[in-house]
C-alpha cells in the first residue's frame, strides 16, 4: 500500500497541490498556476482598484444638509432629517437606501415620532436601533432630547432619562462605547456659541452624568480606539478648520467605568437655576417629540465644568508631507483600522491632484497617503455624506453629479449616487482584524516569559520552530529553501529561477506536520494523497530561505507584526520577508496572510523598501499596492535609486517601475525643489509658501526635509 502511494503521479492532484521531482528523497513544491510566480515568465497586472459608482432610483432624498446618514448592515443606509438647502425646510423623514436593490424608500414610521431636525447625530445601537441625540429645528432651538428608532418595527419611542440633561446643541459628535452614549461639543444659543464639554448617558440606566471640560469643537468626529475617545477634524472657536487630534483615556477612570450617578442637589447647582425639568421650546415652536421639546433655556448656563478626568493629550501638526490640508476640499473624518481616515473629496475650483484618502496611524501616530484622489473620487461628482460598516472594511459616499441636466433648469440636486469603496483593497484589515493582529498577551500561558506580541499559543509554539528533534522539539518534517542571494540574471534582465531543488539549498528547517497540516491548506491536500514527502519527510519551496523561513513562522504564531522582542530562534519578519510572503500567499490561496502582508507593507512603506515592495506587488499581481509603492520611488526618486532594493531589481522591474512616471514627467533637483520648499514629497502648490521664519531639518529616519518650529518639536508634530 505504501508503494503504491508513492508512485502517485503529480499531475493526478489538483493544480494547487502539484509536485515535480527534484531528487531521489526530496520533492518541489511547485508554483501555482494561478501566481505564475517564476520570474521567467511574470504576468503583471496594470489595472489598479477603481471603485464603482451607482445610480439610486426610488424616492432619492434632495441633498439635504445636516441630516443623519447612518449604514445599518443588511446593505442598508437610513437617513434621518436635514434641511433642503433650496427650500430651507427641515425635515422629519425617515429614508431608507437598499444598496441592493440601488433603491431609495420612505419609511413609515410610528410611535412618538420625534419633530423636524437637523445637525443631530444617529448612532446604530445592539444592530437593531438608531439612538438620535439633540439637534435644532426649524426655529433655531437647539435640543437635548434622546429618541429611539426601531428598524425592525419602524417604531418611535422616547426613553425616560433621569439626571440632569447636557445643553442642548447641534454639530456635535456622538459615540457608543460599553452602554454609554459619549456626547462632546457642537453649537448652542442663539449666537452659536461653540462648546467645549463632554458627557455621557448610561444606557443600562438612562442616566446622564455630569459634564465635563474637554475640547471645543463642531462639526468634528469622534471613535473609540484602546479605551480612548479620540476627537478629529472639525472647527474650532475661531471658525478654522483643524488637523489637530485630540484624546482622553477612559480606562481606569471610574467617572467612565461606573453607572453615571443619580440626580441629587449637588448636581443641579451647576445650573443657575435648580429647575431644569423639560421644557417646551418658544411661544409657537414646534416640539422635538410629539409631547415635549428638551431645549436650551437662556438660564441653563453652566458655570465652570471641571476637567474632564484621565489624560487628556492633543497632537499638533506644525509640518507633514501626507497631511491633508483641512482647508481644501470636504472632508471625511472616520475611523477604521486602528487609523483615522481622512478623505479629501473634490470641491468646486479644486485640481484632481488635491484631493486624496490619507490614514493616520493610531498606534504609531504617523500619516500615510492611501490614495490619489483621481484614483478613487470621480470629478464630476460632489459627495456630502460617508458611512462605514461596523467592521470599517467598506464605505460609502453619497453625493449627486455636479452639473444638473440643463434640460431641467429648476431642477434640484438628489442623493442619487453612491461610491462604494472596498477599503481593504487600499490596505486596511478592517477593526476585527486589526484587534487581532495588534493584540497583546500579557501572559503567555508559559508563565515564566516576558509578555509577547503574539498570542500566548503563539508564543509557545514559536519556542518549537525551527529546533531539532534530538532536541527535544518534536519536529518530524524537514523544509528547505533557496539561498537568499540565488537571483542569477540572464542578459534579458529575467531571474531564472530552478523549479528542481539546487545543489546548494538552504540549510533544512526543521518543522511539525501536524501544525502545517492545520496551517496550511495546501500542504495538508498535498499530505492527504500521501506523495513521496508522505514518506521522506522533505520538501524543498523555491522560494528565498528568508521568506520561506517567515512564512513558516507564521503557520506557527499566526503574526507577522513587528516587534523587537525574540521568544525563538526566529524573529518577527522583516520587511523584506514579509514582501515575499505577499507573493507566497497568493501562490498557496492563503487570503488572510494576503491581507496582513498587504496591510503591513503599506502600513511601513519607506525608502529602502519601496522599490522591492514594487517588484514584490507587481509578482504577487497587488495592483492598489503595486500602484502606492511606485508613486512613492517616483517621489523619493534620488533616494530610492540608491537602495538595495533597488538594485537587485530585475532590468523589466527597473524598466517597469520607470514607466509608471508620467509621459512628459522630469527629474527635478534637488536645488530646485529646495527653491520652492517642496523636499519631503508635498504638492509644490502647498509648500511653496512656507512661513518666513520657519526652521527645516533632516529627518534622521526618514531622511527628508522637514519645518519645524524650535528644536523643541519632534517629528514635524507637537504632542501635549
Not at 433650496?86 to 422629519?92: F, G, P
Not at 470629478?379 to 461596523?390: E, F, G, K, Q, T
Not at 514594487?614 to 500602484?627: G, H, P, T
Request: charged share 20%.
Amino acid at each position: 500500500m505504501a508503494s503504491s502511494h508513492s508512485n502517485l503521479s503529480a499531475a493526478s492532484l489538483p493544480p494547487s497541490s502539484r509536485l515535480s521531482t527534484g531528487s531521489n528523497n526530496t520533492y518541489v513544491m511547485s508554483t501555482s498556476p494561478r501566481s505564475s510566480r517564476t520570474y521567467s515568465s511574470r504576468r503583471r497586472n496594470h489595472d489598479t482598484y477603481m471603485p464603482t459608482i451607482m445610480t439610486t432610483v426610488g424616492q432619492r432624498p434632495a441633498c439635504l444638509v445636516n441630516a443623519s446618514v447612518t449604514y445599518v448592515g443588511n446593505d442598508q443606509i437610513y437617513a434621518f432629517g436635514g434641511f433642503d438647502q433650496y427650500t430651507d425646510e427641515v425635515y422629519n423623514h425617515v429614508l431608507r437606501l437598499d444598496l441592493q436593490a440601488k433603491q431609495w424608500s420612505l419609511v413609515d414610521n410610528y410611535g412618538d415620532i420625534p419633530g423636524v431636525r437637523m445637525g443631530h447625530t444617529a448612532c446604530l445601537w445592539q444592530n437593531e436601533k438608531l439612538l438620535v441625540f439633540g439637534g435644532e429645528n426649524e426655529h433655531r432651538s437647539h435640543l437635548a432630547d434622546v429618541i429611539i428608532f426601531d428598524l425592525k418595527t419602524a417604531h418611535w419611542t422616547s426613553p425616560e432619562v433621569q439626571g440632569v440633561p447636557p445643553r442642548g446643541r447641534a454639530r456635535h459628535s456622538a459615540v457608543i462605547h460599553e452602554d454609554k452614549l459619549f456626547v462632546s461639543g457642537g453649537m448652542t444659543g442663539q449666537d452659536n456659541a461653540v462648546l467645549d464639554d463632554i458627557c455621557y448617558l448610561d444606557l443600562k440606566t438612562w442616566t446622564w452624568s455630569r459634564p465635563w471640560k474637554f475640547v471645543p469643537r463642531y462639526d468634528h468626529s469622534t471613535w473609540i480606539w484602546r479605551d480612548r475617545l479620540w476627537v478629529s477634524g472639525g472647527m474650532t472657536e475661531d471658525m478654522e478648520r483643524t488637523s489637530d487630534i485630540w484624546w482622553l483615556d477612559l480606562k481606569g477612570i471610574p467617572a467612565f467605568e461606573g453607572a453615571a450617578p443619580g440626580d441629587d442637589m449637588s448636581r443641579s447647582s451647576m445650573y443657575s437655576s435648580t429647575s431644569i425639568a423639560t421644557q417646551a421650546g418658544p411661544t409657537g415652536a414646534y416640539a422635538a417629540n410629539s409631547s415635549s421639546v428638551q431645549v436650551n433655556p437662556g438660564y441653563m448656563v453652566q458655570r465652570n465644568p471641571p476637567i474632564a478626568p484621565g489624560s487628556i493629550s492633543s497632537l499638533r501638526f506644525i509640518s507633514n508631507p501626507n497631511l491633508p490640508v483641512q482647508n481644501v476640499g470636504y472632508h471625511f473624518h472616520v475611523f477604521s483600522s486602528a487609523c483615522l481616515l481622512d478623505f479629501v473629496t473634490p470641491a468646486t475650483l479644486m485640481s484632481a491632484s488635491e484631493t486624496s484618502l490619507s490614514a493616520f496611524d493610531l498606534d504609531s501616530l504617523r500619516w500615510q497617503k492611501l490614495a490619489d484622489g483621481k484614483d478613487i473620487f470621480n470629478p464630476n461628482y460632489r459627495w456630502h455624506y460617508c458611512c462605514l460598516d461596523s467592521d470599517g472594511t467598506h464605505a460609502w459616499l453619497l453625493g449627486c453629479p455636479n452639473s444638473l441636466p440643463r434640460n431641467a433648469p429648476d431642477a434640484e440636486e438628489y442623493l442619487s449616487d453612491v461610491l462604494h469603496l472596498d477599503l481593504r483593497k487600499l490596505g486596511l484589515l478592517g477593526n476585527k482584524l486589526t484587534l487581532e493582529s495588534r493584540s497583546i498577551q500579557e501572559t503567555p500561558t508559559s508563565d515564566n516569559r516576558l509578555s509577547s506580541h503574539l498570542s500566548a499559543i503563539g508564543a509557545d509554539l514559536a519556542r518549537t520552530f525551527d529546533v531539532p528533534s534530538e532536541q527535544g522539539s518534536g519536529a518530524d518534517f524537514i523544509i528547505t529553501a533557496n539561498p537568499d542571494d540565488d537571483y542569477d540574471q540572464d542578459y534579458d534582465g529575467e531571474s531564472v529561477r530552478s523549479q528542481e531543488k539546487p545543489a546548494n539549498a538552504s540549510q533544512p528547517i526543521h518543522v511539525h506536520r501536524f501544525i502545517l497540516s492545520a496551517r496550511w491548506p495546501h500542504f495538508a491536500r498535498l499530505y492527504s494523497a500521501q506523495m513521496s514527502e508522505f514518506h521522506t519527510k522533505k520538501m524543498h519551496i523555491p522560494e528565498p530561505y528568508a521568506a520561506v523561513r517567515a512564512f513558516l513562522y507564521y503557520l506557527y504564531t499566526d503574526s507577522i507584526a513587528p516587534s523587537s522582542v525574540t521568544y525563538s530562534a526566529s524573529p518577527s519578519p522583516s520587511l523584506e520577508d514579509v514582501a515575499g510572503m505577499l507573493v507566497m500567499s497568493n501562490i498557496y490561496d492563503m487570503p488572510r496572510l494576503h491581507h496582513l502582508c498587504v496591510a503591513r507593507l503599506v502600513r511601513e512603506l519607506d525608502i529602502q523598501h519601496a522599490a522591492l515592495i514594487f517588484d514584490c506587488a507587481s509578482v504577487a499581481q497587488e495592483s492598489w499596492l503595486k500602484r502606492r509603492a511606485a508613486s512613492f520611488c517616483m517621489t523619493h526618486w534620488g533616494r530610492v535609486v540608491r537602495t538595495e532594493g533597488f538594485r537587485r531589481l530585475s532590468r523589466a522591474a527597473m524598466l517597469e517601475l520607470c514607466e509608471e512616471v508620467d509621459a512628459e514627467g522630469r527629474v527635478v533637483g534637488g536645488d530646485e525643489l529646495e527653491a520652492v520648499g517642496a523636499l519631503g514629497g508635498a504638492r509644490l502648490s502647498t509648500l511653496s509658501n512656507w512661513p518666513e521664519g520657519r526652521k527645516r531639518r533632516m529627518n534622521s529616519e526618514s531622511g527628508l526635509m522637514e519645518e519645524v518650529a524650535d528644536e523643541d518639536d519632534e517629528e514635524g508634530m507637537e504632542v501635549n
